[in-house]
């Protein structure tokens, strides 16, 4: 998936799960959809988000 981080393995991307959620999908439209997924790999893309955007990307110092 070109290095973007994904659901236990799967060929589904957290930025997946976390447009949908912010698209106003809810839960359970998103199990529907995608049936082999389970509540928890919600909660840890939108988890793993919340956390991504906190963190702090700093350039490499060459000396």
Known sequence: MGGKPCIRGMRTTVGLLIGLVASGYSRAEILRLYPYLEEEDI???????AWRVEELDLPLRVA
């Open 43 to 49: 909660n840890q893309a939108l988890a793993y988000g």
